[in-house]
């Protein structure tokens, strides 16, 4: 069964230092989003992603922020300047179509310190 | 307030017992998804349920909408203990929103063997 992967796994990093994380969706979907879990805290959405741009947005994805999706496989989040608080689990997700199921991958542990 | 609310926030059962587990949520939604997350894993997609629609099965799951109470129930019944994990109802209100999904806090389900 076809499912969304993501790496790393996990993601250690120094406060102030860029990363990017990868995803890598399901083949035939179209739509892309991702999602982060802080510790024992609900799921956030953060960035959904159509047609090879951003369809919606929430406040927690400011500037320090970016996604693309650089080939036909893959998607990524960029976070430019790492914070303590962005110390999360992060997801990504992908759907086949708008509102329909979305299918999440294992998420990548960003831990900043 | 919130969008997307379960109670209990924990749940503690036997083997062979029934688990009920309630969302409540705000605004008017296009559909409610249900997803289960084992302990520091990914989310798994359980089920989805429309609008229009006020009851689905799938294999040991029921899951029941009112949207008049605003309101969703997931039952697992005959639970195993490899049900044992946090439980989150998502909704997704349509219209402007480009598939965000709004996560509650989940349930905390531990089913004892």
Redesign the interface.
């Known amino acids: 069964e076809p499912e969304v992967t993501q790496t790393p796994s996990h993601q250690v990093t120094q406060m102030g230092q860029e990363v990017i994380l990868r995803c890598v969706p399901i083949s035939n979907h179209l739509?892309f989003?991702w999602?982060r879990q802080i510790l024992g805290?609900?799921?956030?959405?953060l960035v959904?992603f159509?047609n090879n741009e951003i369809?919606?947005k929430?406040e927690i994805f400011d500037d320090q922020f970016s996604v693309e999706r650089p080939d036909g496989s893959n998607f990524t989040l960029k976070i430019r300047s790492t914070k303590l608080e962005d110390s999360a689990?992060y997801?990504c997700?992908s759907?086949e179509f708008?509102?329909?199921?979305?299918?999440?991958?294992?998420?990548t542990?960003l831990l900043v310190l | 307030s919130q969008q997307g609310e379960e109670d209990p926030q924990a749940l503690s059962i036997q083997e062979g017992e029934n688990a009920t587990m309630n969302c409540s949520y705000k605004t008017s939604i296009n559909n409610l998804q249900w997803y289960r997350q084992n302990s520091g894993r990914g989310l798994v997609h359980l089920i989805l349920i429309r609008s229009n629609e006020r009851e689905k099965h799938s294999g040991r799951l029921r899951v029941t909408l009112d949207t008049s109470k605003k309101s969703s129930s997931l039952l697992i019944t005959a639970s195993r203990a490899a049900d044992t994990a946090s439980y989150f109802c998502a909704t997704h209100i349509g219209g402007t929103s480009y598939g965000k999904l709004t996560f509650g806090q989940g349930t905390i389900l531990t089913v004892h063997p």
């Not at chain 1, 805290?41 to 959405?45: A, I, L, T, W």
């Not at chain 1, 329909?100 to 998420?107: A, I, N, S």
């Open positions: 739509y989003y999602y805290q609900k799921v956030e959405f959904s159509y369809s919606e929430s689990m997801f997700a759907s708008l509102g329909e199921t979305q299918y999440f991958g294992p998420g542990r």
